[in-house]
């Protein structure tokens, strides 16, 4: 046995864990989670854990259930939110065929190999996600949606649930190894923003699964609902999760190159090239939802052309502002994303189509420093923007025909996660809603 | 001087060994040197590998120098062995004639090294390690100049005190410190004064951790360093103290690699440290523990099996070996273990460019690493239970793994001996030019050279090759050697005196070789090497050669177990084992078979002389249809009854799907001559059986009233059948002029009834299984038609789409003439003079869409079935078909049962793109693999491309597919597949 294994399994009996819960995430980003009694955990950390793949959303039919989950002594952390008496500890694990063979559903194998085709390249993946999220005073069926307050962006309210949860749920997260770079009250109503400090990809994608969780409890604790809906209120902004990224070949950050336009690499240029040529078909992973596209739609912090801009908060990517002491700082920000999405598959498919601008080096056209949703339509045709896809079904389409996506997810994932989004399309198109009541119904 | 005396002389210069006795003639002339010392000179040049090259070094030193060496016997005789094997030491000494004393020197010590290369840098005592006086070139020169001097005197002690092997790479090894200890020295000259203190450790790996370092090589090492905790107080500041330790490391890099005037002594690669080159440069010991803990790979345990502080501060070093050791031992307990290893154990036989595989002593099957390597895995895997075997010198290692009974005692000692002389041979060779090579030269002078640096003085060319191919071979044989024939000993008698593997520890190397059930295995091994018969005999020598090649494979436990049920079919057979024994190439391929197809395995079971065509690839290669017809014939004339007949032709069947599925498995042949030849031996099979059926009715009955022929349909009539086809026919008769159609039908029926029951009677032979299920009306049609009634059936049809199925049909068996009118009578219904109108393209295009809904089986995943899945069988089929039905009237090519030549056909014609031509192939041949692989593999057909192990693993082996990738088969089947059906959903539906 080695020593973390070692470590775990006395901490267990040290602070006197009743319940291990080994953690690992479905295709569609949900948390998955299954409790083991400590006993049971020193046979699980030899052998895994078998369970029936078939249960789970996108891992596995009937026929090929039988599946392995075999926690990661690393991730060990103890729940801090259930109170001293009866203490919970968690794992995330690592998805097996029954072969040892790595199971290709698996979202973090997903990541992984992606992650390892980077390294092939000479490459480590950096991510620095922002996010947002609202805090309701109800949960859902308890009425109509109540934000907590009415606060805007960066207000101080220092007797606000908000100031109170940020604060908590911050302590939490760094009680559990999380660092957390920034937080503040957003523009809207009751929004929170939280800002992981960057990390590499899959260690920010563990972290991410966590941080959701973590908000979601400290929230029950204090009596109120976190929700990642990417837009909960039609008047209200949607809650993004914008994502600073940057590779590092060694020591050095790639995307810095002192001198150049806005201290950008070839390597940087190429990579926003790929995510900018590539956007339509990723979208349907950055944004997954119906409800994705609601948010897209609806302007502010979200972008919806394909386009780039030094520090321009319209565009799809946004160079921030150089700061000439921090070379190794240079990044880019990726605004499309949600916080509903897949984590692994989402930096997974952003980390591809980066990597695709690379490999083929495209070029980059030039940025705006316009306004986007300033601009006409037909200026915007001039400067050769195209929209992002305005509906998960047009997102579905254009990741259809994607050699991209599907070598990236692999076969298995790209097409459970087609056939699953179709049908929630099929089944959003049944829906008749409110708006369309109170539009027609007076009318017609 | 007189002529005479001359050629005399030049005689005497040819016996001693010069090749070119003039120019050595007129260089020893030059010279005034008395007699006496010429011939000792003589003399002693000619105990020199390369007397000419011996001379040369000898003319090109300063005069003075020369002197200095031609004066002193034991410098002089010495200066001609080195300088002799080693044209870079003579440069080195006509540089440096200072180092002419080292050669008359033999004591080599590690601590005067150390201290003398300290020296050389001028390195004073600081309480944190020793600091030189500087960092400049003129530090570096002298660094070099020393090391040189060093590596000269451990040249001496090689050659002319021809220390072993064993201790001259030690002395490198010591060597390698004592610089590394100066570099460092070097570096720490170079820090600012203000630098956080800190405390480093060079820990040695590979070669120069264990001791056994080349003349010439990389130096492998990872740094360690901590800060430093003044006296009582706290913990130093770590950050600051690792980027002082990194400058070291640095420096220490440079020191040792810098180009300087005196050229570089060797690169020190730093990059098996954590995350390899990616990682950090330095890191303190609990990071290191850490990355050991949860990121590290096999292979990295592997490495550190070598790990030993080599300079900088010793406790931190200890710490560390200490801390690691421990991690390492766990590995051979961690779940990927087996699987690792043998991904890494290809690697190591893969890496070899094929252009230099005969000269390389390093890489490939047999090669040094090779040796290394196999060492350390079984250290890893019996280290864990036992201490005694857990040195990091390959020979130690190999010493106490015989000591203890992990290898026989004898295996060990060859190995031992082998390793040795290869790699003795290995510094001869670096030793001529100080270069890192491990290939053995071409030239015959170098070769030559190479020989008497060996000592092989009377025909050294010819002596060194065959020294070195008996000890070549010896090491080829390693697997069996050192892992494979212990485990007969687990299971044998004991000689007294003589240790053993431990039936846990037999156990233990069979689970890390890929045996699933150990415990079986021993049984197995045990009833087939117990007893004192020839046969146990045999099969003792036999077995650790077997055991390798059976771990080769998918399922290793079920060729062991088909193994002895072979020898106990055959073991009393002369022949049987003696071909075994004697053509290698006959139990390999056995062995491939048995550990990877169980319906080859049951092929060869049913008859287990089978085997005997293993021995020449002449004899695997599939008989093509007219040889096997001529055997079948020769089979129906020498028996008089049809049962015997039709079990001849069987038996002529079983052999040859044994030989194409042997053909499959070894790699032999490709995707389509096995379909054809399966087609092939059943059309053969089933022409046999109607002529046998025939003569039997026709002698219950009196003759027969009709003509009779079968017609082949589907993936038959197009020749693509598998391993699991049944054969799909029609039966079609024709009534002689003037016969009852009743007397006719009946006799006919009775043919083919006859023809099924010969084919299908339980035998040892697998049966032939007909479906005439594809004729008129189906199973609810009569069996047998007449031509004519053939012809009112098809007049009857209306949708043109129904001619479908007659696309494939081809006249297979029978008379031939009524094959050629059956065939005229069906060829406008299936290629339409006008084509499909619109509605049957409509009406086709619907049908295939809800055959796609309703005929998958429930549960199935679509992207996994070969038939009816997406991207599978019957979606590029009915592309080809479509296109067949609308142009085949206009276009001849594609009038064809096969379906790439249609496909083909269609693209010639400009009906489809070559490239969706190439993605449906490769679709309907992945397929096709597949459902080869999967009947091979379980020996059943199966529609399904298996999701989960074991017949997963099964399959995607066959496939090419290494241990732990089956999910990599899935991904690739879903992606060619996927691609295939974006063409059909573009060419078949016209989206």
């Known amino acids: 046995m080695d020593k973390q294994t070692d470590f775990v399994l006395r901490?267990?009996?040290?602070?006197?864990?009743?319940?291990?819960?080994?953690?690992?995430?479905?295709?569609?980003?949900?948390?998955?989670?299954?409790?083991?009694?400590?006993?049971?955990?020193?046979?699980?950390?030899?052998?895994?854990?078998?369970?029936?793949?078939?249960?789970?959303?996108?891992?596995?039919?009937?026929?090929?259930?039988?599946?392995?989950?075999?926690?990661?002594?690393?991730?060990?952390?103890?729940?801090?939110?259930?109170?001293?008496?009866?203490?919970?500890?968690?794992?995330?694990?690592?998805?097996?065929?029954?072969?040892?063979?790595?199971?290709?559903?698996?979202?973090?194998?997903?990541?992984?190999?992606?992650?390892?085709?980077?390294?092939?390249?000479?490459?480590?993946?950096?991510?620095?996600?922002?996010?947002?999220?609202?805090?309701?005073?109800?949960?859902?069926?308890?009425?109509?949606?109540?934000?907590?307050?009415h606060y805007g962006y960066f207000d101080n309210s220092p007797q606000a649930i908000g100031y109170d949860f940020r604060r908590n749920a911050i302590t939490m997260l760094e009680a559990m190894g999380i660092s957390v770079e920034f937080s503040h009250h957003e523009g809207g109503p009751g929004q929170q923003e939280i800002d992981l400090r960057y990390a590499d990809a899959l260690s920010t994608a563990d972290n991410l699964m966590t941080f959701r969780l973590v908000v979601k409890e400290v929230a029950l604790e204090q009596g109120v609902y976190a929700t990642f809906m990417p837009k909960p209120f039609a008047d209200a902004p949607g809650s993004g999760m914008h994502t600073h990224l940057s590779l590092f070949e060694g020591d050095r950050n790639a995307f810095f190159e002192p001198g150049a336009p806005y201290q950008l690499s070839k390597v940087a240029r190429s990579f926003i090239a790929g995510l900018l040529t590539h956007a339509p078909e990723i979208s349907a992973v950055t944004n997954q939802f119906v409800n994705s596209y609601k948010r897209l739609a609806g302007g502010g912090e979200a972008p919806e052309w394909i386009c780039w801009g030094h520090n321009n908060r319209s565009a799809l990517v946004r160079v921030p502002m150089y700061k000439p002491t921090k070379g190794n700082s240079t990044r880019i920000e990726f605004r499309s994303l949600d916080s509903a999405c897949n984590p692994y598959l989402a930096f997974s498919v952003i980390l591809a189509a980066g990597l695709k601008g690379i490999e083929e080096g495209y070029e980059l056209p030039p940025g705006s420093e316009d306004d986007v949703w300033a601009l006409t339509p037909a200026e915007r045709r001039a400067l050769g923007m195209a929209p992002l896809p305005t509906s998960l079904n047009q997102a579905i389409q254009a990741m259809e025909g994607s050699e991209l996506v599907a070598e990236t997810l692999g076969e298995h994932v790209f097409d459970f996660f087609l056939r699953n989004k179709k049908a929630e399309w099929d089944e959003y198109r049944r829906q008749v809603n409110q708006w369309e009541i109170d539009r027609y119904l007076p009318l017609l | 001087m007189s002529t005479g005396r001359a050629i005399s002389a030049t005689a005497a210069l040819a016996r001693a060994g010069f090749v070119d006795t003039t120019a050595a003639h007129e260089r020893v002339s030059s010279w005034s040197i008395d007699d006496d010392l010429r011939a000792s000179l003589i003399d002693d040049l000619s105990s020199a590998a390369d007397p000419d090259q011996a001379l040369a070094a000898l003319a090109d030193l300063p005069p003075e120098a020369r002197r200095q060496v031609l004066a002193d016997d034991r410098t002089r005789a010495s200066f001609c062995i080195v300088c002799g094997a080693s044209a870079a030491l003579g440069r080195h000494l006509a540089r440096h004639p200072e180092h002419i004393a080292v050669l008359s020197q033999h004591e080599i010590d590690a601590d005067v090294i150390r201290q003398d290369l300290l020296d050389a840098v001028a390195a004073v005592d600081t309480p944190l390690g020793p600091c030189a006086r500087g960092s400049g070139f003129d530090v570096l020169d002298e660094l070099r100049v020393a090391y040189r001097r060093w590596l000269l005197a451990i040249a001496?002690?090689?050659?002319?005190?021809?220390?072993?092997?064993?201790?001259?790479?030690?002395?490198?090894?010591?060597?390698?410190?004592?610089?590394?200890?100066?570099?460092?020295?070097?570096?720490?000259?170079?820090?600012?004064?203000?630098?956080?203190?800190?405390?480093?450790?060079?820990?040695?790996?590979?070669?120069?951790?264990?001791?056994?370092?080349?003349?010439?090589?990389?130096?492998?090492?990872?740094?360690?360093?901590?800060?430093?905790?003044?006296?009582?107080?706290?913990?130093?500041?770590?950050?600051?103290?690792?980027?002082?330790?990194?400058?070291?490391?640095?420096?220490?890099?440079?020191?040792?690699?810098?180009?300087?005037?005196?050229?570089?002594?060797?690169?020190?690669?730093?990059?098996?440290?954590?995350?390899?080159?990616?990682?950090?440069?330095?890191?303190?010991?609990?990071?290191?523990?850490?990355?050991?803990?949860?990121?590290?790979?096999?292979?990295?345990?592997?490495?550190?099996?070598?790990?030993?502080?080599?300079?900088?501060?010793?406790?931190?070093?200890?710490?560390?070996?200490?801390?690691?050791?421990?991690?390492?031992?766990?590995?051979?307990?961690?779940?990927?273990?087996?699987?690792?290893?043998?991904?890494?154990?290809?690697?190591?036989?893969?890496?070899?460019?094929?252009?230099?595989?005969?000269?390389?002593?390093?890489?490939?099957?047999?090669g040094l690493r090779d040796v290394e390597f196999s060492v350390q895995l079984l250290q890893l895997v019996h280290g864990r239970s036992d201490v005694m075997v857990r040195s990091p010198?390959?020979?130690?290692?190999?010493?106490?793994?015989?000591?203890?009974?992990?290898?026989?005692?004898?295996?060990?000692?060859?190995?031992?001996?082998?390793?040795?002389?290869?790699?003795?041979?290995?510094?001869?060779?670096?030793?001529?030019?100080?270069?890192?090579?491990?290939?053995?030269?071409?030239?015959?002078?170098?070769?030559?050279?190479?020989?008497?640096?060996?000592?092989?003085?009377?025909?050294?060319?010819?002596?060194?090759?065959?020294?070195?191919?008996?000890?070549?071979?010896?090491?080829?044989?390693?697997?069996?050697?050192?892992?494979?024939?212990?485990?007969?000993?687990?299971?044998?008698?004991?000689?007294?005196?003589?240790?053993?593997?431990?039936?846990?520890?037999?156990?233990?190397?069979?689970?890390?070789?890929?045996?699933?059930?150990?415990?079986?295995?021993?049984?197995?091994?045990?009833?087939?090497?117990?007893?004192?018969?020839?046969?146990?005999?045999?099969?003792?020598?036999?077995?650790?050669?077997?055991?390798?090649?059976?771990?080769?494979?998918?399922?290793?436990?079920?060729?062991?177990?088909?193994?002895?049920?072979?020898?106990?079919?055959?073991?009393?057979?002369?022949?049987?084992?003696?071909?075994?024994?004697?053509?290698?190439?006959?139990?390999?391929?056995?062995?491939?078979?048995?550990?990877?197809?169980?319906?080859?395995?049951?092929?060869?079971?049913?008859?287990?002389?089978?085997?005997?065509?293993?021995?020449?690839?002449?004899?695997?290669?599939?008989?093509?249809?007219?040889?096997?017809?001529?055997e079948v014939t020769a089979a129906l004339s020498r028996h008089d009854n049809a049962e015997s007949s039709v079990a001849a032709v069987r038996a002529i069947r079983r052999r040859e799907l044994f030989r194409i599925s042997a053909a499959d498995i070894l790699g032999l042949t490709d995707t389509v001559s096995i379909m054809r030849g399966i087609s092939g031996v059943t059309e053969v099979s089933i022409e046999g059986a109607l002529q046998a059926a025939i003569e039997a009715i026709s002698a219950d009955r009196g003759g027969i009233p009709t003509r009779i022929t079968i017609i082949g349909m589907g993936r038959?009539?197009?020749?693509?059948?598998?391993?699991?086809?049944?054969?799909?026919?029609?039966?079609?008769?024709?009534?002689?002029?003037?016969?009852?159609?009743?007397?006719?039908?009946?006799?006919?029926?009775?043919?083919?009834?006859?023809?099924?029951?010969?084919?299908?009677?339980?035998?040892?032979?697998?049966?032939?299984?007909?479906?005439?299920?594809?004729?008129?009306?189906?199973?609810?049609?009569?069996?047998?038609?007449?031509?004519?009634?053939?012809?009112?059936?098809?007049?009857?049809?209306?949708?043109?789409?129904?001619?479908?199925?007659?696309?494939?049909?081809?006249?297979?068996?029978?008379?031939?003439?009524?094959?050629?009118?059956?065939?005229?009578?069906?060829?406008?219904?299936?290629?339409?003079?006008?084509?499909?109108?619109?509605?049957?393209?409509?009406?086709?295009?619907?049908?295939?869409?809800?055959?796609?809904?309703?005929?998958?089986?429930?549960?199935?995943?679509?992207?996994?079935?070969?038939?009816?899945?997406?991207?599978?069988?019957?979606?590029?089929?009915?592309?080809?078909?479509?296109?067949?039905?609308?142009?085949?009237?206009?276009?001849?090519?594609?009038?064809?049962?096969?379906?790439?030549?249609?496909?083909?056909?269609?693209?010639?014609?400009?009906?489809?793109?070559?490239?969706?031509?190439?993605?449906?192939?490769?679709?309907?041949?992945?397929?096709?693999r597949v459902r080869n692989a999967i009947v091979l593999a379980r020996g059943k057909a199966g529609d399904q491309v298996p999701s989960a192990p074991p017949d997963l693993t099964g399959v995607a082996y066959l496939m090419g597919y290494g241990p732990g990738h089956g999910s990599d088969l899935l991904e690739d089947y879903r992606r060619v597949t996927r691609r295939a059906r974006s063409v059909v959903d573009r060419v078949f539906y016209g989206n």
Not at chain 1, 52 to 81: H, Q
Not at chain 2, 393 to 404: G, P
Not at chain 2, 498 to 507: D, S
Not at chain 2, 556 to 568: G, H, K, V
């Open chain 2, 156 to 366: 001496v002690a090689d050659l002319v005190h021809e220390e072993r092997f064993d201790e001259v790479s030690r002395h490198l090894a010591d060597l390698a410190d004592a610089t590394l200890e100066a570099g460092l020295a070097v570096a720490r000259a170079d820090l600012p004064t203000d630098s956080e203190p800190c405390r480093i450790a060079v820990i040695a790996m590979g070669k120069c951790g264990g001791q056994e370092l080349n003349y010439i090589s990389d130096v492998d090492v990872i740094f360690v360093a901590e800060a430093v905790s003044p006296e009582g107080g706290d913990a130093g500041d770590e950050v600051a103290a690792l980027k002082t330790a990194t400058k070291l490391a640095t420096g220490l890099i440079r020191a040792c690699g810098e180009h300087t005037a005196e050229g570089s002594i060797w690169e020190v690669d730093a990059a098996l440290r954590p995350e390899g080159k990616a990682g950090a440069l330095v890191r303190t010991l609990a990071s290191h523990i850490g990355y050991y803990q949860r990121w590290a790979t096999t292979w990295e345990f592997q490495a550190l099996l070598k790990a030993r502080p080599a300079a900088g501060d010793r406790e931190l070093g200890s710490a560390y070996l200490d801390a690691m050791a421990d991690k390492v031992w766990e590995a051979a307990g961690r779940p990927d273990f087996v699987v690792d290893v043998q991904r890494m154990r290809r690697r190591v036989e893969e890496h070899v460019p094929a252009r230099e595989a005969d000269r390389q002593l390093k890489l490939g099957r047999g």
């Open chain 2, 393 to 630: 010198t390959t020979l130690t290692a190999l010493e106490s793994l015989a000591t203890w009974g992990y290898v026989g005692r004898d295996d060990g000692a060859t190995l031992a001996s082998a390793y040795r002389f290869l790699r003795t041979l290995e510094h001869r060779i670096q030793l001529q030019d100080l270069r890192r090579t491990h290939l053995i030269p071409e030239a015959d002078h170098d070769l030559r050279r190479l020989g008497r640096s060996m000592g092989y003085h009377r025909d050294p060319v010819a002596e060194l090759t065959s020294e070195w191919g008996t000890h070549a071979r010896e090491v080829r044989r390693i697997h069996e050697k050192l892992f494979y024939r212990p485990l007969l000993q687990a299971v044998a008698r004991l000689e007294p005196g003589e240790a053993r593997l431990t039936p846990e520890a037999a156990a233990e190397r069979l689970q890390a070789l890929g045996y699933a059930d150990p415990a079986g295995a021993l049984r197995h091994l045990e009833a087939l090497t117990s007893g004192v018969s020839r046969r146990a005999a045999i099969q003792r020598t036999l077995l650790p050669v077997l055991l390798g090649w059976f771990a080769r494979g998918a399922d290793p436990d079920a060729a062991l177990l088909s193994f002895r049920r072979m020898s106990e079919d055959l073991g009393s057979t002369p022949w049987y084992l003696r071909l075994l024994r004697d053509e290698s190439a006959a139990a390999e391929r056995m062995a491939m078979l048995l550990s990877s197809s169980r319906y080859s395995s049951d092929l060869l079971l049913r008859s287990p002389d089978a085997v005997a065509m293993l021995a020449e690839e002449s004899d695997i290669a599939p008989r093509g249809a007219d040889q096997l017809r001529t």
């Open chain 1, 11 to 149: 901490t267990i009996e040290e602070r006197d864990i009743r319940f291990v819960r080994l953690w690992f995430t479905d295709v569609l980003g949900t948390l998955k989670s299954v409790a083991v009694a400590p006993a049971e955990l020193e046979a699980a950390f030899d052998e895994g854990l078998g369970f029936d793949g078939s249960a789970i959303e996108g891992f596995a039919r009937v026929s090929e259930a039988d599946m392995i989950a075999k926690p990661d002594p690393s991730t060990f952390s103890i729940l801090p939110w259930r109170g001293e008496s009866a203490g919970v500890a968690r794992l995330f694990c690592d998805i097996h065929m029954p072969d040892g063979s790595p199971s290709y559903a698996d979202p973090r194998w997903v990541l992984r190999r992606t992650l390892s085709r980077a390294a092939d390249m000479g490459f480590t993946f950096y991510t620095h996600p922002e996010v947002e999220f609202y805090l309701l005073k109800n949960a859902p069926g308890e009425g109509p949606l109540e934000p907590i307050d």
């Open chain 2, 716 to 928: 038959f009539g197009g020749g693509e059948l598998g391993y699991g086809s049944d054969a799909d026919v029609m039966f079609v008769h024709d009534p002689l002029p003037g016969t009852d159609d009743k007397e006719a039908a009946d006799a006919a029926l009775g043919v083919a009834n006859e023809l099924r029951r010969l084919l299908s009677v339980p035998s040892s032979d697998p049966p032939l299984e007909i479906d005439a299920d594809l004729r008129p009306e189906g199973r609810q049609g009569p069996l047998v038609r007449t031509l004519a009634s053939y012809a009112a059936y098809y007049a009857r049809w209306s949708a043109p789409w129904e001619a479908q199925a007659l696309l494939r049909a081809r006249a297979i068996a029978g008379d031939q003439e009524l094959g050629a009118a059956f065939t005229g009578l069906i060829d406008p219904l299936r290629w339409p003079a006008d084509g499909l109108t619109d509605e049957a393209l409509r009406e086709m295009r619907r049908l295939k869409a809800r055959m796609e809904a309703e005929r998958l089986p429930r549960g199935a995943d679509p992207t996994l079935h070969t038939k009816l899945g997406r991207g599978g069988l019957a979606d590029v089929e009915w592309v080809a078909q479509l296109m067949q039905l609308r142009h085949a009237a206009a276009v001849p090519a594609l009038r064809t049962t096969e379906t790439i030549a249609a496909l083909d056909a269609a693209v010639a014609a400009g009906l489809l793109e070559a490239v969706d031509r190439d993605e449906l192939v490769s679709a309907w041949l992945m397929a096709t």
